[in-house]
């Protein structure tokens, strides 16, 4: 299970005695190319060795003509933890923040490439500079625990629920997924994005498609797919995958297009928010012909993730398509996620039910309802209520590692607007439950259900996977109580309210197939899901005699736990038949 833990990390200071001043000159006594090659190790690491003690990353670390260097720091850094009592094993030295962090001030760095990066120093050169960056990942965790005190939180889930979701908010996307399996789910999102600009915004298209040297966005696929696929399923365990053209069928539209994805030594870099480098740019050229693959999600994520930002760019610089100051923003938000995908996957996963079913565009336009739930789906006395969102918390929000902020940007999101006086997600659940429980004539769309029988699972649908961090459903849970205690009808009901639960996008997709198969699944999953994230769960074990500080944190963790970290935990997904499916149309020779 994908559930986020907190581990002492390993700090420059508790083995040097004191903080590193000065990082440049480490910095500068390695290439550019060398670094690219320790950092993509480095993130295969990180990825792939979920405990990772000390003394075994220092076998690996260090070459073995340079064991006298390695023990004299082994020694520093035993004497150090041990004098604060930490368990040597359970230190943490490599992680994504600090790969990706060290990975940015290398390209934003402007110096002379040394002739030779291979001196017998230089290995102890890249651990200190690495544990210089921990100690900021390391005070920023300080200064978020001490942001978030316990005197003002005296409800222990509570605040770490504040804490989770402002330590772990801003890289929640990069750490705790798979790469293979957001290889597939990001390939179907493409598909269907790619297929939806094609049939609303041709012009569009096209000028996304030109950098990349192709007319087709099945040609673009065709050549982004192999690229993400070798970092989903590498060839080897050093973690240096690179992809060659040299023998290359088409040769300079294969440069285009990886060139398109690289990042270049020659090149200048200003380092920016939220490693929005790194995730534009996965591949480092190490040739004129060779690319190494820097990260395995990351490449992966390059297939649908950046094509968003990419269009975005695209209608602010190119005036006459007339989609800039925030249209596009507005209608890839609203008519392809919250209608054109959603609405696909929906209506999949229902495909075999006899539920009663409505996506909230067909509400609207058949029955001239203006207050409709995004999706609404009944079986008997039990309601399935939709709310969609493609919303998310810009860059430097997510950044600011202060929750009073990005509580502020997810209030003005997912639940009431300031700037139009507008209900959002969470209150506007809140409204359509009112309405069923009420049976107005804003329910005319389902006449025959039972208003003093039905339970309701309020469901928020979100885009953004930032919004399954650990803690996130927890907030806006509470929001929706607060919602309930204030409103009479919705008081009175509230035994038949079933918790609020976030579902991201690809977890739908992802789980697709099971859920169409076996329609009671999804249900079970929800109430399961509701019992082990239910906070009496905490209190139960802090009565319990003997529990050490570990256990009950892990015990927190669990609870704050997202759906789709849960549902992982426990089902082991099928390929998405719908990945054969555009796969085959992908591939398919022409007749």
């Keep these: 299970m994908a559930n986020f833990h907190r581990q002492l990390l390993a700090k420059y200071s508790i083995v040097y005695g004191e903080k590193l001043e000065d990082n440049i000159p480490l910095l500068t006594s390695i290439a550019k190319p060398m670094w690219a090659k320790i950092i993509a190790r480095l993130n295969h690491l990180a990825r792939t060795r979920h405990y990772y003690p000390p003394r075994e990353l220092f076998a690996e670390w260090f070459n073995r003509d340079n064991v006298e260097l390695a023990n004299e720091i082994w020694d520093r850094f035993v004497f150090g933890y041990k004098e604060l009592g930490a368990s040597i094993p359970h230190i943490k030295i490599i992680n994504i923040w600090s790969n990706l962090t060290l990975l940015d001030l290398v390209l934003s760095s402007n110096y002379e490439q040394p002739e030779d990066s291979n001196k017998p120093e230089l290995e102890g050169n890249i651990l200190k500079l690495y544990l210089a960056i921990n100690e900021e990942a390391a005070d920023r965790t300080d200064k978020i625990f001490a942001q978030i005190p316990a005197k003002d ?208 565009q067909k509400i609207a336009i058949e029955f001239g309802i203006d207050t409709e739930p995004d999706y609404y789906a009944r079986n008997g006395n039990k309601v399935f209520l939709y709310e969609i969102k493609g919303s998310f918390v810009t860059g430097p929000t997510k950044q600011s590692l202060n929750f009073q902020e990005i509580e502020h940007e997810l209030r003005e999101k997912f639940l009431f607007d300031t700037s139009d006086n507008g209900n959002k997600a969470v209150k506007q659940l809140a409204e359509r439950m009112k309405i069923l429980f009420e049976k107005s004539a804003k329910s005319a769309y389902d006449p025959n259900y039972k208003p003093k029988n039905i339970r309701i699972f309020p469901i928020l649908i979100v885009s953004e996977l930032m919004m399954t961090t650990p803690g996130m459903n927890h907030i806006l849970n509470e929001w929706l109580l607060v919602e309930i205690e204030c409103d009479d009808t919705l008081k009175s009901s509230k035994n038949r309210i079933h918790q609020l639960t976030i579902i991201d996008i690809d977890t739908l997709i992802r789980f697709s197939k099971e859920f169409r198969d076996d329609p009671s699944l999804f249900e079970g999953m929800l109430l399961e899901y509701e019992r082990v994230s239910n906070p009496a769960r905490v209190d139960s074990i802090k009565k319990k005699t003997g529990v050490t500080e570990q256990e009950l944190e892990a015990r927190i963790w669990s609870t704050l736990n997202s759906f789709g970290s849960y549902l992982r935990g426990i089902l082991k997904p099928r390929i998405p038949e719908i990945f054969y499916e555009f796969a085959g149309d992908l591939f398919k020779k022409p007749e």
């Design 153 to 360: 939180f005296p409800n222990i889930i509570d605040r770490f629920a504040r804490i989770g979701v402002t330590l772990v908010y801003p890289y929640h996307d990069l750490n705790h997924f798979e790469p293979i399996e957001m290889f597939f789910v990001n390939f179907i999102k493409s598909i269907y994005c790619l297929k939806w600009l094609e049939a609303t915004n041709p012009e569009l298209l096209k000028k996304f498609l030109a950098p990349y040297g192709v007319d087709d966005w099945k040609d673009y696929l065709k050549a982004v797919l192999p690229v993400a696929h070798l970092a989903a399923v590498p060839n080897n365990d050093t973690g240096l995958n690179y992809l060659e053209i040299t023998n290359s069928e088409n040769k300079e539209k294969a440069k285009v297009i990886l060139d398109h994805l690289s990042l270049k030594q020659e090149a200048e870099y200003i380092q920016k928010n939220d490693f929005l480098l790194s995730r534009a740019n996965p591949l480092y050229r190490v040739g004129e012909e060779s690319y190494l693959i820097l990260d395995s999600l990351l490449t992966v994520n390059r297939i649908y993730n950046s094509m968003f930002f990419e269009l975005l760019r695209i209608t602010e610089k190119e005036k006459e398509l007339k989609l800039a100051k925030g249209k596009f923003f507005s209608i890839y938000t609203f008519e392809f996620i919250e209608q054109y995908l959603s609405y696909a996957i929906l209506d999949e996963i229902y495909s075999k039910t006899r539920y009663l079913k409505f996506s909230g």
